[in-house]
């Protein structure tokens, strides 16, 4: 029955403009004034003309705001407030319309002006900036958050060295003057720190800034700025932040920043750095918590940031990173633990080739050319022909229980070719303990034997 008569209340409204006759007469607002009412807001009001005839028309007003870019509006009512810097001065304009009919006819303008305050040019603060943060508020337990704010700016180029600057701010309806002052090297006032504020955690509103200025020798000129608290919000970082590693699986977990918006109003971004690969793994998620796979052999540095998500707040700016946080194992060993084993190694072979070149030259003394042709050999002949720059051979290859062989003492040279042969049958042939062949490389010539296989 309601929508049906809303329906039927506006079909007559429409009817009743449109049997409005074409030279229906449309006569401008009266008494238009601006009035200052707070720091950086005005009030605008004005009055229907007494002489308006409306023959059961419902009338409306075009605002339009004189800025850089017109701003305007269509409103039912006779005031109006605006925020807006004012420093500058400030003007607007209204004329009657017709509410129900588009597009309306109206009616000329009639415009209102505020002058910009006094002061001599380049007097006034410039490169006014100020950012807001919140922390836990243990005092009072039906406000869990507070609000600080920090502004800063410079002394204009033409103000005189006697300058003095005082900072106010305004959030809603209420205005505060700044009690702790940061000074320049002569004394000026060029920052501000307010530790609590009137400003609400989770405020959309925007906040009002002004400073005054003052010296005995010149006028200063005021300077203001309406800021956006989403703009000038610094977010904490998320906290608590772990990391974890099982295997391959990396788990990361923190809590969402010290704010007075709630846990479904995030967004993080997780930033994993691999110290092995010099490689940045970059995601984004809602959730506290993040899982990946990753390798088990390097170590790993992760950090966490966040921001207010849309759902909640015009989008702002990027919190700054967490503490960073290591996890994870670095497998490779330092370069001292690898050089070990190749210097291990190469000991180790050099005694053995030191300990085979003493015997077999010992050896090889007793033999005569003819015999050295007869001795046996283990396996394929592996000499070669060596010229003046040829390689020595390597050091020989280890087969059986190397380490109990290595270090027995070596026996003396036979006087008797025949007893040295008849050495070698018997270890041969002996009684099923662990065997020890012996192969050497011999050359064609006058060189003595030079390694040992055993």
Request: hydrophobic fraction near 35%.
């Amino acid at each position: 029955m309601a929508p049906a008569l809303l329906v039927l209340l506006g079909t007559v409204a429409t009817l009743r403009a449109d049997t409005l006759p074409d030279d229906f007469l449309l006569l401008p607002p009266v008494n238009f004034t601006i009035k200052v009412t707070s720091l950086a807001q005005v009030l605008l009001r004005w009055k229907p003309h007494p002489d308006q005839e409306q023959r059961g028309a419902r009338l409306g007003y075009h605002l339009r705001i004189h800025a850089p870019q017109d701003d305007d509006y269509e409103i039912k009512y006779t005031v109006r407030k605006y925020e807006a810097v004012l420093h500058r001065g400030f003007s607007a304009s209204v004329r009657t319309i017709l509410w129900e009919r588009r597009p309306s006819p109206a009616s000329r303008w009639v415009s209102a002006e505020l002058k910009a305050p006094p002061g001599s040019p380049g007097t006034s603060a410039v490169n006014l900036t100020c950012t807001t943060n919140t922390a836990a508020n243990s005092h009072t337990e039906s406000r869990p958050y507070r609000v600080s704010l920090h502004c800063g700016w410079r002394a204009g180029k033409e103000a005189p060295p006697d300058t003095q600057y005082f900072l106010y701010y305004r959030y809603g309806s209420w205005t505060e003057e700044c009690r702790e002052y940061s000074q320049d090297a002569l004394e000026r006032n060029v920052a501000c720190w307010f530790p609590t504020t009137s400003i609400d955690g989770k405020g959309q509103g925007a906040l009002a800034v002004r400073i005054n200025g003052s010296s005995p020798s010149a006028a200063i000129r005021p300077y203001d700025r309406l800021f956006a608290l989403h703009e000038i919000d610094r977010v904490n970082p998320p906290g608590n932040v772990t990391a974890e590693m099982e295997g391959t699986r990396l788990s990361i977990r923190w809590e969402k920043p010290i704010s007075a918006f709630p846990d479904h109003c995030w967004d993080y971004e997780v930033r994993i750095y691999s110290a092995r690969k010099d490689y940045v793994q970059l995601e984004n998620t809602t959730a506290t918590t993040f899982n990946t796979t990753v390798s088990d052999v390097s170590k790993y540095c992760v950090v966490v940031r966040a921001a207010v998500s849309f759902t909640c707040r015009e989008p702002g700016a990027w919190s700054a990173w967490s503490q960073p946080i290591w996890t994870g194992k670095d497998e490779q060993k330092p370069w001292t633990e690898w050089l070990l084993v190749p210097l291990s190694a190469a000991l180790c072979a050099a005694l053995v080739c030191s300990l085979g070149r003493r015997t077999l030259s010992e050896v090889s003394m007793a033999l005569t050319e003819a015999e050295k042709h007869s001795l046996w050999f283990t396996g394929p002949d592996t000499r070669t022909e060596r010229g003046p720059k040829a390689p020595l051979p390597r050091c020989s290859v280890f087969r059986g229980q190397v380490c109990t062989k290595l270090f027995p003492p070596v026996p003396g040279p036979k006087s008797d070719i025949r007893d040295l042969m008849a050495s070698v049958n018997y270890e041969k042939t002996g009684s099923g303990e662990t065997e020890s062949e012996v192969v050497s490389y011999v050359d064609e010539g006058p060189e003595a034997l030079e390694d040992l296989v055993f």
